[in-house]
Nanobody, 129 residues
Framework: VQLQASGGGLVQAGGSLRLSCAASGRTFSTYAMGWFRQAPGKEREFVAAIRWSGDNTVYADSVKGRFTISRNNAKNTVYLQMNSLKPGDTAVYYC???????????????????????WGQGTLVTVSS
């Protein structure tokens, strides 16, 4: 599975952006997808995740109520709609995929980087104050 993230850019605080992550290759073998972010000098942290089938989602507390993860199965694409952006949201955002060929993890496990098998290249989001 190959992942291509896009949609990053520069936005003012309070603004919105929508990130996209297009999956190609063996997409039928994807169980879940997630978004993570890494700010300069910090570790990569979980943002949101969604199962490839069903409506189960999970969010980091820091983005609940502001970010929404969704998917379009026909386009093999996952989105991250980011509203009410804050300077603290500035980071490189990465999408990741969990293979369906491995044992299915519980939803809470989707918050861990170690759960994912494939990673995209990242897209930079900069929020100015």
């Amino acid at each position: 599975v190959q992942l291509q993230a896009s949609g990053g850019g520069l936005v003012q605080a309070g603004g919105s952006l929508r990130l996209s992550c297009a999956a190609s290759g063996r997409t039928f073998s994807t169980y879940a997808m997630g978004w993570f972010r890494q700010a300069p000098g910090k570790e990569r942290e979980f943002v949101a995740a969604i199962r490839w089938s069903g409506d189960n989602t999970v969010y980091a507390d820091s983005v609940k109520g502001r970010f929404t993860i969704s998917r379009n199965n026909a386009k093999n694409t996952v989105y991250l709609q980011m509203n009410s952006l804050k300077p603290g949201d500035t980071a490189v955002y990465y999408c990741a995929a969990r293979s369906a060929l491995r044992p299915r993890p519980i939803m809470s496990a989707l918050t861990s980087r170690n759960t994912y098998d494939y990673w995209g290249q990242g897209t930079l989001v900069t929020v100015s104050s």
